[in-house]
């Protein structure tokens, strides 16, 4: 054949072959434009910042006329785009980016041949449905579970393969410290390690999580996003009762309530149907918030900051989504209105928790007689009527909830609002009234006036219909009382909805009452007979009731009084703009729902509309066993944050757990924990490092740092001082004198008696303004706000705690005390002591080690014997020799990680 | 980019920790780590590999004039008006009811009502060769007036002590933003490795109303945090070693960790291992380093005398001399706190007539002498010191509750307040910014918290709208979205 033929018919080919291909390739905006133009293009042109009218973070600016009548971007004509002149532009005055250097070609062409395909948008990743398109295989080589085929697939595209698996030395105290936060005890590892079948190793798996210890780990987790602390935050940081809060997250977690379950009751547990004790102090999720009682701070200013926090902590801690820069104008980098932030604020905007110094509304536990007497109501309505009346009374006497606030008081006179610092009152003088705006009495018995009163004098109280002239429809004497209280006023009256004015007589001149608010009671349901009587009388009783404790939580005001939410010009909450109603930003809120309340917020939260909670939550529990997540910016799924390095498996994880698994956590972890990735080797090979220096890729597990709570539970642990005891108020274990100097306070910090001095670090009290100073040394949260993830440092402080901070001395000693007087010599002691700390074998190596300073440290004390005597109060040089010995192996690089 | 930041940005690009930490594996104890590794990498602090670094890369972003900070804040807000603010007209108010035209619209924190204008209850000097206006409370600062620029026309936005406070030291005044001298430790790093990058010295017998929030390291690393030296007990929580262990045996010990730690690092590979040891060498070093800098015993008598320092006391007076001999160490940012400023006219120590004379008894001699003292070593050309509250005073006399108190006092005010600055490259004997004639509002050069911090960060090389952090998707500075460095302060 003819060779020139063959020749065109080859040049033919190329050229379709190339045609083809260019026509193919559409170039995809998340994959390849978007990450340009976040690096490139996004800081000035972005969603505040347009220079020049340019804005790329929505399409319609994009494509839309720039402030010097140019196109930007003119979809299918790269030639006309403004956008392509300048990042191409000769001059580099002129020349896109300002002052940076210029793209590269590739990227132009990227953007080029984008353009001429029409410029399509396309949304963020992690604003489009999870979805699981195909599940590889699990390969015969190697993996346990899906997991590990997701994981390979990826391995293999980076050239790298799995390690070995752990030995079972390493891989039990990994899985005790990760699941429980407490290493493994003696028998655990025997038993861990007398069978390596799959099988053990999933009961042992199973023992694990259903053990105590496993809800007080995961709580840190939790405590961390709901910044639960044991005081209010600003300036004196008076003390705040909420560790039935803490203590119903750590059972929560050991029941493994499903995480829906879980959502909704935190963030609206008090709008669920007759909800229960445990419904409402879930809601102490948002109870969190700091308090400003300092002389002259505004109460509706720190009111308005709490609520402005809860809506950056939902966003945050469900959605990974950043909201704090929608307070102020549209965001900078996601699809998000500055409107959208009061949208959101307008589902918290409506509690009646404010910035008082009582935080109430509380939910009260009481005990003894009391609880005795709350029985007997309960029992009692019970019997008249049915079980949830009865519960509705329990919520009623135990919460003295809604009650009408000075600010819901429509009119008044002799009177004055002190909002300000820790009052928040009226100041009734003779012949002061209270308006309260029409309101249903139709199921009114009685109200209750709040009030305190230190004139030694009395007044006539009398609640009066429709005017201030009008019937009056109740009244009851006020007598002195050093503390508020809720004197009973009956009503009675045939109207059924009618505005009151409450009228204060007294004979005193100078007569002067604090009223904190007002409080509707309803009609018992039974017949008005003695029984009937008596029973008002204990409710009486009980609302003035001395309790055992309290928890504050979330309450809503009534209907009548409920707040309009307008938009804070430019996040300013003195200038007000147009009204808002509640919603989810248009962006997130895929099937268009309509939303009415808080209840509507968590349940679409954890629906199948919402297209984050489930890959943000599994990321975080991910995130937790291999110290980092599939998405690295754990806080921050939007366009700013970091890319998952396994979309697929996040996607998976994410829809099997919302799923397959119906929320449960245990699962999930389950899961995660039974996988070959997880039980790979820590050992770093060279290769390894080379290729894959952080570990993005799981060739390995990762080394990383135990938390600061489980360095502290783990010494108290392996010496056995550690107490088993669960639940109840904060703890204060040893500090030194003079952390705790806050002004205007007297509060003290008092090491706690016996076992509580030793509790797990999950219940160390928690003062905002001067936390545990070890935990904060170890990168803990100050529980100021929402934190995501702590990162890890490695500092001399830290080397500080644990070689001299007390509690760690007096672990090393409680050891060696137990080690000392066993009959052994002085190499096998080292090596009982060892394996009581890492739960293995000692190296010769390391016991060689050991065994020099020890023998140098006892000749030390033997020539300084009262040395000895001020280290332990005893003449023992050898076991002086061997607490200094035990010392050094909890400041061990391998005792503070896990391998 | 000049050729300054061009030669920077290499070298930093070169030496990276883990490179450096590569290439001395075999050595071990990494001593020397932390002044090799480059400026950010401060006080045993390390780069964090998952937190990608925007602004530091490339500081400073030009050239320094200081080296360090002193910041001494009084916390409570000393009156202005007593002090520099010099009001002769206000003197002929005094008495008279408050214009309502002053109060519309505003906030405060107790005055209620119609207060009273209040003239000033002090006398006043001229000093200098600028003839600066100086209260007589301050007989020695008057020597010091023209090595210092004195701002009048300071304001601020909050009118409480503890949101005020942290809009100074964090900017914004809700807590979890990280405070200026973790910014600045964060950004340019120790000079010492043997001590913390940023300490905190607290006198008054109170920590400030914003508590460790306002040296807190916000959403920073940890490290980055201020460190409270304490009075009584250890300097630094937990320097010492427990009674009966030696420093032999603590030297002994930690060799036995390192070595333990070397066999772990042969057997995992893992670099933060290598850190480890050279965090447990550092914190050796610093059970000395820490306890010596701390004695004030080691001055001699007469610099002793000068600052009015005396050994084992609670004192601004030791806080200035012992802040000397930090920033003298290499200390990037020294932070003191005195309390007890907060004069409402309440009782005795909160008044005008009494307390606001002996707080200025303690803290005249010390701060004059630390400017002399700076100065005499050559120390004060590179070394910014900063002197203010949180806010300023009314002039009008507080009326609680609505009612005459029984000592004079002043209401919190956001308006106007004076505060001072000194050295590194700050102009001396300058006043900048005027008040009315009542000292009410700033009318001329007035100056916002976030332009001071704008300007503290200018005098260290860093450009305050470049220095950011990436936090929640979002990148954060020092200023927020604000501040304008006051060029008009600076030579």
Request: one cysteine or more; aromatic letters at 10%.
């Amino acid at each position: 054949m003819n060779k020139r033929f063959t020749f065109i018919i080859k040049i033919a080919c190329i050229c379709f072959a190339t045609l083809m291909s260019c026509k193919e390739e559409q170039i995809g905006f998340n994959a390849q434009v978007r990450p340009i133009l976040n690096k490139k293009c996004i800081s000035c042109h972005g969603g505040v910042k347009q220079s020049g009218g340019f804005g790329l973070v929505f399409r319609e600016n994009a494509i839309g006329k720039t402030a010097n009548g140019k196109y930007g971007i003119v979809p299918g004509h790269p030639e006309e785009s403004e956008m392509i002149a300048r990042i191409t532009h000769k001059d580099p005055e002129m020349r896109m980016p300002i002052e940076e250097p210029p793209l590269t070609d590739e990227e132009i062409d990227v953007l080029k041949t984008w353009i001429a395909q029409g410029a399509n948008w396309e949304e963020h990743w992690a604003y489009l449905k999870p979805e699981v398109k195909t599940v590889p295989e699990i390969d015969a080589k190697w993996g346990t579970n899906t997991i590990d085929a997701f994981i390979l697939k990826t391995l293999d595209a980076k050239g790298l393969s799995p390690n070995v698996e752990a030995n079972p030395y390493d891989l039990v105290r990994r899985l005790c410290l990760d699941l429980t936060g407490l290493p493994p005890t003696e028998a655990q590892i025997a038993n861990f390690t007398s069978d390596t079948s799959q099988v053990h190793y999933e009961a042992f798996v199973d023992t694990l999580l259903n053990a105590p210890s496993y809800g007080e780990h995961w709580a840190s987790m939790w405590l961390d996003l709901a910044r639960y602390a044991d005081s209010k935050g600003y300036e004196r940081d008076r003390k705040r009762q909420i560790w039935k809060y803490r203590d119903w997250v750590i059972d929560a977690f050991n029941t493994d309530m499903p995480f829906d379950e879980f959502t909704i009751k935190q963030l609206a547990g008090d709008l669920l149907p007759n909800p229960t004790e445990a419904e409402y102090v879930a809601t102490a999720f948002h109870r969190n918030t700091l308090a400003n009682g300092e002389g002259g701070t505004g109460n509706e200013e720190y009111r308005v900051a709490s609520v402005i926090d809860r809506v950056n902590t939902t966003w945050e801690v469900w959605q990974s989504t950043t909201m704090a820069c929608v307070q102020c104008h549209s965001h900078p980098y996601d699809p998000i209105k500055h409107e959208e932030f009061y949208t959101s604020y307008a589902f918290f905007n409506n509690t009646l928790d404010w910035d008082g110094p009582k935080d109430s509304p509380l939910y009260r536990g009481f005990k003894g007689l009391e609880k005795q007497q709350l029985d007997e109501v309960k029992a009692w309505v019970a019997k008249v009527s049915s079980d949830e009346t009865a519960n509705q009374w329990g919520n009623f006497i135990s919460t003295q909830e809604p009650k009408v606030l000075p600010e819901d008081f429509e009119d008044y006179g002799n009177a004055t609002h002190r909002n300000t610092a820790d009052q928040d009152f009226m100041i009734a003088y003779n012949n002061a009234y209270l308006k309260i705006g029409t309101v249903d009495l139709s199921a009114i018995d009685r109200l209750y006036l709040n009030y305190k009163q230190k004139v030694k004098a009395t007044a006539r109280v009398v609640v009066r219909q429709d005017s201030l002239n009008g019937p009056i429809i109740g009244e009851a004497r006020l007598e002195p009382s050093r503390r508020f209280v809720n004197t009973p006023i009956k009503i009675k009256t045939k109207a059924k909805a009618a505005p009151l004015f409450i009228q204060i007589k007294s004979t005193a001149k100078n007569y002067k009452c604090l009223i904190d608010g007002i409080l509707f009671g309803e009609k018992l349901p039974a017949p008005q007979n003695e029984a009937y009587t008596s029973t008002y009388k204990t409710i009486d009783g009980l609302l003035n009731a001395k309790y055992h404790y309290s928890t504050p939580v979330m309450f809503d005001k009534t209907p009548l009084f409920k707040r309009q939410t307008q938009v804070f010009d430019r996040g300013n909450w003195l200038v007000l703009k147009d009204t808002v109603q509640p919603n989810v930003p248009d962006l997130l809120n895929t099937t268009n729902a309509a939303f009415k309340n808080r209840l509507d917020l968590a349940k679409w939260l954890v629906s199948d509309a919402n297209y984050l909670t489930a890959r943000v939550i599994a990321n975080r529990f991910w995130a937790r066993l291999f110290g980092k997540g599939l998405v690295l910016t754990s806080e921050d799924f939007g366009t700013l944050g970091e890319k998952p390095t396994h979309p697929e498996l996040l996607d998976w994880l994410a829809v099997t757990f919302s799923k397959e698994w119906q929320w449960r956590v245990k699962t999930l972890l389950k899961t995660i924990v039974l996988s070959s990735t997880y039980k790979q080797s820590a050992v770093i090979t060279e290769d390894a490092k080379r290729k894959d220096p952080y570990n993005q890729w799981l060739a390995r597990s990762s080394r990383v740092r135990l938390s600061a709570e489980q360095i502290r539970d783990q010494a108290l642990a392996v010496s056995g001082l550690l107490s088993q005891k669960m639940h109840g108020p904060s703890v204060m274990p040893k500090q030194p004198d003079g952390v705790w100097t806050v002004i205007y306070s007297k509060d003290q910090w008092q090491t706690s008696e016996g076992e509580d001095a030793y509790r797990r670090g999950v219940y160390t009290y928690l003062r905002r303004s001067s936390p545990y100073p070890s935990f904060i040394s170890f990168d803990a949260s100050g529980r100021d706000a929402c934190m995501s993830r702590r990162i890890n440092t490695n500092t001399p402080l830290q080397a500080l705690v644990t070689l001299n901070d007390p509690v760690y001395f007096e672990a090393a000693l409680h050891l060696a005390k137990e080690i000392a007087p066993l009959e052994v010599e002085i190499k096998e002691k080292i090596s009982i002591a060892y394996r009581k700390v890492m739960g293995k074998a000692i190296g010769i190596g390391k016991l060689e080690i050991l065994n020099q300073l020890y023998n140098d440290t006892k000749a030390y004390y033997v020539a300084h014997e009262e040395e000895a005597q001020a280290l332990i109060q005893s003449n023992q040089t050898s076991l002086a020799a061997l607490t200094v010995v035990m010392n050094s192996l909890m400041n061990m690089d391998e005792f503070l990680v896990k391998n | 980019m000049d050729l300054f930041n061009e030669a920077r940005k290499r070298k930093l690009e070169y030496v990276t920790r883990r490179h450096f930490l590569k290439k001395c594996s075999t050595g071990l104890g990494g001593i020397a780590l932390a002044s090799l590794i480059g400026p950010q990498n401060v006080f045993a602090g390390q780069r964090h590999l998952e937190q990608p670094d925007l602004g530091g890369l490339h500081l400073p972003h030009h050239l320094p004039k200081a080296k360090r900070v002193i910041y001494l804040h009084m916390a409570g807000a000393p009156s202005q008006l007593e002090l520099f603010d010099y009001k002769p007209e206000l003197q002929k108010l005094d008495g008279l009811d408050c214009p309502q035209s002053l109060l519309e619209g505003k906030r405060f924190a107790f005055i209620q009502g119609t207060p009273k204008m209040l003239g000033p209850q002090v006398n006043f000097g001229r000093y200098g060769q600028a003839g600066t206006y100086v209260s007589d409370l301050l007989p020695n600062f008057r020597t010091i007036v023209d090595d210092v620029a004195i701002i009048k026309s300071m304001h601020t936005d909050e009118f409480n002590h503890a949101p005020a406070q942290l809009l100074v030291q964090t900017g914004s005044p809700r807590t979890g933003r990280p405070s200026m001298g973790a910014w600045v430790t964060y950004g340019l790093g120790s000079e010492n490795e043997n001590l913390p990058g940023y300490m905190v010295l607290v006198s008054g017998g109170k920590n400030p109303s914003a508590g460790k929030n306002a040296w807190g390291s916000g959403f920073l690393p940890s490290e980055y945090q201020g460190v409270q030296c304490r009075n009584s007990g250890d300097p630094i929580l937990y320097v010492s070693n427990p009674n009966g262990m030696s420093r032999d045996i603590r030297k002994k010990s930690l060799k036995a960790i390192n070595a333990i730690n070397e066999a772990q690092y042969k057997e995992f590979n893992d670099d933060e291992t290598m850190s480890r040891i050279s965090q447990y060498e550092m914190a050796f070093k610093m059970q000395v380093s820490v306890p010596d800098i701390m004695d004030v015993s080691k001055e001699p008598e007469y610099i002793r005398e000068m600052y009015g320092a005396k050994q084992g006391e609670a004192s601004f007076a030791n806080n200035c001399l012992l802040a000397r001999r930090l920033v003298e160490q290499g200390v990037r940012f020294v932070q003191l706190y005195d309390w007890g400023w907060d004069m409402h006219g309440t009782n005795k120590a909160s008044s005008l007539d009494v307390g606001l004379h002996r707080k200025c008894r303690q803290i005249d001699k010390p701060m004059t002498a630390l400017i002399q003292d700076l100065k005499q070593r050559g120390l004060l050309d590179d070394t910014l010191v900063v002197w203010g509250g949180e806010f300023g005073r009314t002039p009008m006399r507080e009326n609680r509750g609505g009612f005459e108190m029984p000592f004079h006092g002043r209401d919190h005010h956001t308006e106007a307040y004076t505060i001072w600055m000194a050295g590194a490259g700050v102009k001396g004997g300058i006043t900048h910014g005027e008040t009315d004639q009542i000292g009410f509002y700033g009318i001329k050069d007035r100056v916002h918290v976030h332009d001071l911090q704008a300007t503290i960060l200018n005098q260290l090389g860093i450009n305050h709208e470049k220095f950011t952090y990436n936090f929640q998707g979002r990148n954060f500075r020092l200023t927020d979205v604000h501040g304008h460095v006051i060029k008009d302060i600076l030579s």
